[in-house]
């Protein structure tokens, strides 16, 4: 860290979750007449005012279309636009910002991987492995591409506790395996996998990976450059920021070894009816007119979280999760569905006798947000012999007082529907 990094981090004030809150309008929201207690935020999470001034500085002082005008506004949205990409480069510790796409998220930076790199690297009778608790976004782009190109789709058992363990995946490696893709941090069951490792074992066997950041960016920092993974994907809406914007980062090789993978504007150097030239990375990646004001509002988060003890916030979180898993273990008739040893953020479960969605509708009565069903990732509760789950998932402006709050109704909830 440089001196002037030590001095930043000196000056932020160690982490308080009723100070952060205040940074969260939509926290003082009352949902039927209640104080909002959002546990949904693996769904979305809120935004902070600084995100959402962004936007609304965007579009009152500098709206144009980027990349093409020679006029002030369009100058003025570019450079937002690039500064929020080198942002993004820091954040994940990218070597350069030509290896950062803009897509429109996470699901969108998958397919982009399946349709561009798999689809002309791989070829018939090739394999790509994923796990068994992957988002459908993680699935469904693979089982495409496989039955277009004849690839096939091998899948990683994991344990009781809901782990991805590092010998299930050496136990269903083969030689035919080209690309493999897991999830960072699993959205249904709060599992932290073990992806540094995975990473290493692809590329031993001269395999490619895929990581789908989308839980795991909110919930400590992401280096891909230590992870020394081919591809990650996240989504700006789970990391505080607007929707409709995502991330695709790639080795600069692979990148630029890479067909487009769609075509238009902004993605070209000439096109004429012979032929087009493609333009450069990352605009070879991004045809169209981008997510502008996403982009921006993303680069604002990250901001904002520069200003933050993040730091604190992700060990708030954990203390969170602890707290909520030793009053979920004390609730008669619930299980935990995720029991895994590393875990983020997330407390899935069952009640004997409730059907989840029921739960959450009478919580949603008394303010309270969780999700409840499959949480696209239907093949992990197929594992556990489930059609679902409630969820109750944090962020770091969530407090002990809310998840108290939580179990109270949920109390409740059980003496109603028992
Ligand atoms: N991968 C994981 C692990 C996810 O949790 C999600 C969204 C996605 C991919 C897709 O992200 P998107 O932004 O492209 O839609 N997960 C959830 C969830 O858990 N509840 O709502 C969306």
């Given at each position: 860290?440089?001196?002037?990094?030590?001095?930043?981090?000196?000056?932020?004030?160690?982490?308080?979750?009723?100070?952060?809150?205040?940074?969260?309008?939509?926290?003082?929201?009352?949902?039927?007449?209640?104080?909002?207690?959002?546990?949904?935020?693996?769904?979305?999470?809120?935004?902070?005012?600084?995100?959402?001034?962004?936007?609304?500085?965007?579009?009152?002082?500098?709206?144009?279309?980027?990349?093409?005008?020679?006029?002030?506004?369009?100058?003025?949205?570019?450079?937002?636009?690039?500064?929020?990409?080198?942002?993004?480069?820091?954040?994940?510790?990218?070597?350069?910002?030509?290896?950062?796409?803009?897509?429109?998220?996470?699901?969108?930076?998958?397919?982009?991987?399946?349709?561009?790199?798999?689809?002309?690297?791989?070829?018939?009778?090739?394999?790509?492995?994923?796990?068994?608790?992957?988002?459908?976004?993680?699935?469904?782009?693979?089982q495409m591409l496989c039955q277009h190109i004849g690839c096939v789709l091998k899948v990683v058992p994991?344990?009781?506790?809901?782990?991805?363990?590092?010998?299930?995946?050496?136990?269903?490696?083969?030689?035919?395996?080209?690309?493999?893709?897991?999830?960072?941090?699993?959205?249904?069951?709060?599992?932290?996998?073990?992806?540094?490792?995975?990473?290493?074992?692809?590329?031993?066997?001269?395999?490619?990976?895929?990581?789908?950041?989308?839980?795991?960016?909110?919930?400590?920092?992401?280096?891909?450059?230590?992870?020394?993974?081919?591809?990650?994907?996240?989504?700006?809406?789970?990391?505080?920021?607007p929707t409709g914007i995502g991330v695709l980062y790639g080795k600069r090789a692979l990148l630029e070894?890479?067909?487009?993978?769609?075509?238009?504007?902004?993605?070209?150097?000439?096109?004429?009816?012979?032929?087009?030239?493609?333009?450069?990375?990352?605009?070879?990646?991004?045809?169209?007119?981008?997510?502008?004001?996403?982009?921006?509002?993303?680069?604002?988060?990250?901001?904002?979280?520069?200003?933050?003890?993040f730091a604190g916030a992700v060990a708030h979180e954990h203390r969170l999760l602890d707290y909520a898993?030793?009053?979920?273990?004390?609730?008669?008739?619930?299980?935990?569905?995720?029991?895994?040893?590393?875990?983020?953020?997330?407390?899935?479960?069952?009640?004997?006798?409730?059907?989840?969605?029921?739960?959450?509708?009478?919580?949603?009565?008394?303010?309270?947000?969780?999700?409840?069903?499959?949480?696209?990732?239907?093949?992990?509760?197929?594992?556990?012999?489930?059609?679902?789950?409630?969820?109750?998932?944090?962020?770091?402006?969530?407090?002990?007082?809310?998840?108290?709050?939580?179990?109270?109704?949920?109390?409740?909830?059980?003496?109603?529907?028992?």
């Amino acid at each position: 860290m440089s001196a002037q990094a030590h001095d930043t981090q000196a000056r932020i004030a160690p982490f308080d979750p009723e100070r952060i809150r205040a940074d969260f309008p939509i926290l003082a929201t009352r949902v039927n007449k209640h104080p909002l207690i959002y546990l949904d935020s693996a769904a979305t999470t809120q935004k902070p005012r600084a995100v959402i001034d962004s936007l609304e500085r965007y579009y009152t002082e500098n709206n144009a279309n980027v990349h093409r005008g020679v006029h002030t506004l369009s100058q003025r949205a570019t450079q937002a636009f690039e500064d929020a990409r080198e942002k993004v480069r820091a954040f994940i510790n990218a070597g350069s910002a030509a290896e950062i796409i803009f897509t429109r998220g996470t699901t969108d930076a998958i397919n982009l991987v399946a349709q561009s790199y798999a689809r002309t690297m791989l070829k018939a009778g090739d394999e790509i492995l994923i796990g068994e608790a992957e988002h459908h976004a993680n699935i469904v782009p693979w089982q495409m591409l496989c039955q277009h190109i004849g690839c096939v789709l091998k899948v990683v058992p994991i344990n009781d506790a809901g782990e991805l363990e590092l010998e299930a995946v050496t136990r269903a490696w083969t030689p035919r395996i080209k690309l493999c893709a897991f999830g960072h941090i699993s959205n249904a069951l709060g599992s932290i996998n073990p992806v540094r490792e995975i990473t290493a074992l692809a590329h031993q066997a001269g395999a490619k990976i895929v990581i789908d950041g989308a839980q795991a960016v909110a919930h400590g920092s992401v280096n891909v450059a230590a992870l020394d993974c081919d591809f990650y994907a996240f989504s700006g809406h789970k990391l505080f920021g607007p929707t409709g914007i995502g991330v695709l980062y790639g080795k600069r090789a692979l990148l630029e070894a890479m067909p487009p993978y769609q075509g238009g504007g902004d993605m070209i150097k000439v096109v004429t009816f012979a032929a087009t030239e493609y333009a450069d990375l990352p605009y070879k990646f991004e045809a169209g007119t981008p997510h502008i004001a996403g982009g921006i509002g993303l680069g604002a988060a990250l901001d904002y979280l520069d200003s933050i003890d993040f730091a604190g916030a992700v060990a708030h979180e954990h203390r969170l999760l602890d707290y909520a898993t030793a009053q979920a273990q004390a609730v008669p008739g619930l299980r935990i569905i995720g029991t895994a040893r590393a875990k983020a953020a997330v407390l899935s479960f069952t009640i004997d006798g409730i059907h989840p969605q029921d739960l959450g509708v009478i919580l949603d009565g008394h303010g309270v947000a969780i999700r409840t069903g499959h949480h696209c990732a239907m093949p992990v509760m197929q594992r556990f012999g489930l059609a679902g789950t409630a969820r109750a998932s944090f962020a770091f402006y969530n407090t002990f007082d809310e998840i108290d709050c939580f179990f109270a109704a949920l109390a409740k909830a059980r003496r109603m529907l028992a």
